[in-house]
């Protein structure tokens, strides 16, 4: 089904959603950035959330991504995103998923790969999610409470993760040195 979304509401295209063609759909996830969505100017970057904004975002299906975004990014109801024009509301939503991706591909390239003796040990049971992320920060900086870790902006978290890790990295390669240098 081919609709022009302009003259539609976030609300009426999601209604018919289901019947839209893959021409269509391709055509909604390349609307641009709008600058501002229900009178709230739009953030050039996602770089000033914090770690638990950044996670609240996580959500499943386009509905409650809406809601996620309504509530912590633009700090307005949802009705508001529902009532919106259709390309300036789901142009942004499909902003923040692409941003959600970069900033996933940040987090990512700070982590070692695991040694054949740590997948042995069982190193790839230890993924605690985004809580265990929230959790580790928290003990690093010794905070009791992972609410203040999770008030922290999330770009600082991922920087003390590539830190960590290089640190690890590099004492991995001291103790590998040292073994061969003892042998």
């Keep these: ?33 709008p600058n ?3 009178g709230v100017r ?5 770089n000033d959330l914090t770690i638990g904004d950044l996670f609240s975002l996580q959500a499943d299906g386009v509905h409650a991504l809406i809601e996620q975004i309504a509530s912590v990014i633009l700090k307005v109801h949802p009705r508001r995103c529902y009532n919106e024009r259709a390309d300036k509301m789901l142009g942004f939503v499909f902003w923040v998923g692409r941003e959600l991706e970069r900033i996933a591909a940040l987090f990512a390239s700070t982590s070692n790969q695991p040694t054949p003796e ?11 999610g ?14 009791q409470d992972q609410d203040d870790a999770a008030k922290v902006a999330w770009v600082r978290v991922c920087e003390c993760m590539r830190i960590d890790n290089e640190r690890i990295a590099f004492e991995r390669r001291l103790r590998e040195i040292m073994a061969n240098k003892n042998k």
């Design 42 to 46: 739009t953030p050039l970057n996602l």
């Design 130 to 143: 985004p809580f265990g992320i929230i959790d580790w920060y928290a003990h690093r900086q010794g905070y």
């Design 118 to 128: 740590e997948i042995k040990a069982g190193i790839n049971d230890l993924d605690f």
């Design 36 to 38: 501002k969505v229900c």
């Design 1 to 33: 089904m081919k609709i022009t979304i302009k003259k539609r509401t976030t609300r009426q295209v999601l209604a018919i959603e289901r019947v839209l063609t893959p021409e269509s759909r391709t055509a909604l996830q390349t609307l641009p950035k």
